[in-house]
């Protein structure tokens, strides 16, 4: 069965912290993808980054970083110099492949950040 | 807009009314989800579309719940006989059957509340 685990509930950082965010996972499939999304206030999932199980390099966008370790099943998300903008509930999901083509996504319960000023 | 378009935002009803959501996908994506997601939960899957063909649903989607997606473009979610425990945020997603280098794109969602 597919799960994944996000066991911060909330993180509050002030303005500047550098804060990670914990993605724990179990699949029995070998072939799998790893996703990260941020909700804002607004409700509406924003799509982060795509990352698949073979694939263990990590990846830094800006401000955003991501350490996918296959060994420990996790894949955990790291903001540098947090910003306000930065408080939503982020959420980590994982699917697998069916074929040639993904299926559905699992998501995590989220972790709620709040960036104060 | 080329996003996912979710109608309504919001919607109350009473127990025991029928109510019907729709969702414009991104228009050349052939694959339309829908979600639930309850207060403090991540979003939870309910069934999915490859064009008009309803490939997968859910435990979740009890008997009164049904999906539609008639032409492989927009889709309705209809909740017949509505709970209290059928309120939450109902989320559609749309995506590019493309392999596996794909994503899923989500609308605003449309909150139900049931009083």
């Known amino acids: 069965a597919q799960k994944v685990t996000q066991a911060q509930t909330e993180i509050s950082v002030v303005e500047k912290e550098d804060v990670t965010l914990d993605c724990v996972y179990e699949t029995r499939d070998t072939t799998y993808y790893l996703f990260w999304y941020k909700q804002p206030p607004s409700g509406e999932l924003v799509f982060l980054i795509r990352r698949n199980s073979f694939d263990e390099q990590n990846e830094i966008s800006g401000r955003y970083s991501w350490n996918f370790q296959k060994s420990t099943s996790s894949f955990n998300f790291t903001i540098t110099a947090s910003q306000v903008v930065d408080s939503a509930v982020y959420f980590c999901?994982?699917?697998?492949?069916?074929?040639?083509?993904?299926?559905?996504?699992?998501f995590g319960r989220g972790t709620q950040l709040t960036v104060w000023p | 807009d080329t996003g996912v378009s979710q109608d309504p935002r919001h919607k109350i009803t009473k127990r025991g009314q029928n109510v019907t959501f729709r969702c414009d996908p991104i228009?050349?994506?052939?694959?339309l989800y829908w979600y639930r997601q309850t207060l403090g939960q991540g979003p939870e899957f309910l069934t999915y579309f490859q064009n008009e063909a309803q490939l997968e649903k859910s435990r979740l989607l009890s008997d009164r719940f049904s999906a539609e997606r008639p032409k492989g473009s927009f889709s309705t979610l209809e909740i017949q006989r509505t709970e209290q425990g059928d309120s939450a945020m109902y989320l559609c997603?749309?995506?590019?059957?493309?392999?596996?280098?794909?994503?899923?794109?989500f609308g605003q969602g449309t909150r139900l509340t049931v009083v």
């Open positions: 999901a994982l699917s697998e492949a069916r074929g040639s083509t993904l299926g559905r996504l699992y």
């Open positions: 997603a749309s995506s590019l059957d493309a392999g596996l280098n794909t994503e899923a794109f």
């Open positions: 228009s050349e994506h052939n694959r």
